[in-house]
């Protein structure tokens, strides 16, 4: 089993879907988690009241990822309530699925935001008050080897949530490891919302397990990312798919 006890996690946006699953498999495993939310705070309330009733420890935090001070505060409020954080989970993000021609400025800017800036400020934080030692852990997306209609600008920012990781993990030292992980389809409502059957049992056809991944799939992979035994794996981009690409 991979060790995280004890362990002060961060878990951005982690009141619903793959966020709040492996916040609560974290706790299950002796982390400390902080529970980070923009709006959603009866939903993270929930995540930590599982996290307790299962034996562990976490708070939430409200904080969006795409402003810098709120980030500040995220971090600042993390490390006052336990004193350190050793890992950092970046999976807030958001998806709107357009053709390029029909995307708004609004749709470019809030997807390039969340998903690029809100990684940025986490970075930038993470530079100095993460532990020596410590992890990192991006969320990206299998959609990046996909020429998936729809997706082209949600595509972009987590190409670019890629890059930053291959060099961020180059340039921060003190022992951090820092990777990105990229799922593919997964039953979230954020994946699912808009959707119609047809649409989902072609997505699910194309993997190796004719299934979407459940939200525990990729936690699992978290949890293992956020332990000591992944260390040795550094400005990596690992796939957690089902052979979908």
Known sequence: M???????????????GIGKETAILLGENGAKVIVNHSNSEEQANDTV??????GGDAIAIKADVSDREQVTMLFDKAIEAYGKIDVLVN?????ISKKLKDTTQEDFTKQFDVNVRGIFNTL????SKL???????NFSSSTTKLMLPTYSIYSATKAAVEQMTRVFSKEIGRGISVNALAPGATETKLFLDGKSQEQIDKLSSMN???RLAKPMDIAKVVLFLASDD?????????GANGALV
Request: glycine letters at 8%; aromatic letters at 4%; a negative charge.
């Open 208 to 210: 190796a397990f004719n």
């Open 131 to 137: 532990a020596d030692n410590g992890i990192i852990i």
């Open 124 to 127: 930038q934080e993470a530079d």
């Open 230 to 238: 992944s260390k040795w794996i550094s400005g990596q981009v690992i």
């Open 91 to 95: 999976n807030a993000g958001t998806m």
């Open 49 to 54: 009241a599982t996290i307790i009733k299962n």
């Open 2 to 16: 991979s060790d995280v006890e004890n362990k002060v996690i961060i878990v951005t946006g982690s009141s619903k």
